[in-house]
Nanobody, 126 residues
Framework: EAQLVESGGGLVQAGGSLRLSCAAS????????IGWFRQAPGKEREGVSC????????YYVDSVKGRFTISSDNAKNTVYLQMNSLEPEDTAVYYC???????????????????WGKGTLVTVSS
């Protein structure tokens, strides 16, 4: 059974950093593209970043470029999202999701992903 488990969320002050982890199992991790999404209270879910594990190609939405870094450890079947210079607007539940059919890029955020984690809460105080 495929599974994605997020961890690393928490409460941080504006300007601080967090590193989220997405541990995957039950599918061929090296063939997958992993995306990070977030959903703030009262808002729709939005894409944040994604990475194709086979070649390391990654993509970021404009609002996090230069602040967030996505990386993948194929040996550990884990994708990380390093978040620096956090802003209150980054407060959300962060989810990771996986697909083996689409490469990293803006279109993946509109794709029906194959697997989803349950999310981890990030709260940035001002």
């Amino acid at each position: 059974e495929a599974q994605l488990v997020e961890s690393g969320g928490g409460l941080v002050q504006a300007g601080g950093s967090l590193r989220l982890s997405c541990a995957a199992s039950g599918f061929t991790f090296a063939d997958a593209t992993i995306g990070w999404f977030r959903q703030a209270p009262g808002k729709e879910r939005e894409g944040v970043s994604c990475i194709t594990n086979s070649d390391g190609n990654s993509y970021y939405v404009d609002s996090v470029k230069g602040r967030f870094t996505i990386s993948s450890d194929n040996a550990k079947n884990t994708v990380y999202l390093q978040m620096n210079s956090l802003e209150p607007e980054d407060t959300a539940v962060y989810y990771c999701a996986a697909t083996t059919l689409v490469d990293a890029g803006p279109l993946i955020f509109f794709y029906d992903m194959d697997y989803w984690g349950k999310g981890t809460l990030v709260t940035v105080s001002s």
